[in-house]
C-alpha cells in the first residue's frame, strides 16, 4: 500500500515538473525583444538599435553603494559645464531602483557632471543614467569610486564591447 502511495506520488510530482517546464517555454516565448527607447523589434539586433541608434538593453549593470553615495557628499557644489553642440548624450550607467539613478545623478550634477536619468518606455524596470560625452572621463572615475564588489566600469565609447560585457550578450 505504501509503494502504491509513494508511487502515485512520484508521477504526480513528474506530471507537475512537465507542466511548470511547458509553461515556463510558453512564457519566454510570449516575451518580445524590443528596444526599451522606441519599442523597435530588436531580434535581429546585437548591439544597438537600428532604429533610434541607443544601446540594446537586457539587463542592469551591477548596483552601485547607495550608502556611500549617501554618506559622502561633495563639499561644494559645482556647476555642470553647459555640452558642447556636437555632443550627445550616452548612457553610462542602467540602475535597476529609481533610488540609484537618483543618487547617481545628484552626485554627478554637484561634481560638475551635466546628466539625465529617464525611464525606458519599453523597460519600466530599469532607470537610465545618462551624461554628454565630454564628460566621460569624469563620469567613469565617479561610477568606479560607488561601484561594489567590482572594478570593471563600462566604458560607453566601445558600444560593442560595452555590450558584450555589461549586457551579456
Not at 563620469?139 to 566600469?153: N, S, W
Request: hydrophobic share 35%; aromatic share 8%.
Amino acid at each position: 500500500m505504501l509503494a502504491i502511495l509513494a508511487y502515485v506520488v512520484l508521477v504526480g510530482i513528474d506530471h507537475f515538473r512537465q507542466w511548470k517546464r511547458k509553461q515556463q517555454e510558453t512564457d519566454l516565448r510570449a516575451i518580445k525583444f524590443v528596444c526599451a527607447y522606441c519599442g523597435y523589434d530588436l531580434e535581429a539586433s546585437r548591439e544597438r538599435c537600428p532604429e533610434c541608434g541607443r544601446p540594446i538593453l537586457l539587463h542592469p549593470d551591477p548596483e552601485l553603494n547607495l550608502q556611500e553615495m549617501r554618506e559622502n557628499p561633495p563639499a561644494d557644489a559645482v556647476t555642470p559645464r553647459r555640452p558642447l553642440a556636437n555632443e550627445e548624450l550616452i548612457t553610462i550607467h542602467v540602475a535597476r531602483s529609481h533610488v540609484e539613478a537618483n543618487l547617481l545623478y545628484r552626485q554627478m550634477q554637484f561634481r560638475g557632471i551635466a546628466c539625465t536619468y529617464e525611464r525606458p518606455e519599453f523597460r519600466p524596470d530599469f532607470y537610465c543614467v545618462r551624461i554628454y560625452s565630454g564628460d566621460r572621463e569624469d563620469a567613469l572615475a565617479l561610477l568606479e569610486r560607488f561601484r561594489q564588489g567590482t572594478t570593471m566600469v563600462p566604458d560607453p565609447k566601445e558600444v560593442p564591447e560595452v555590450a558584450a560585457k555589461t549586457f551579456r550578450l
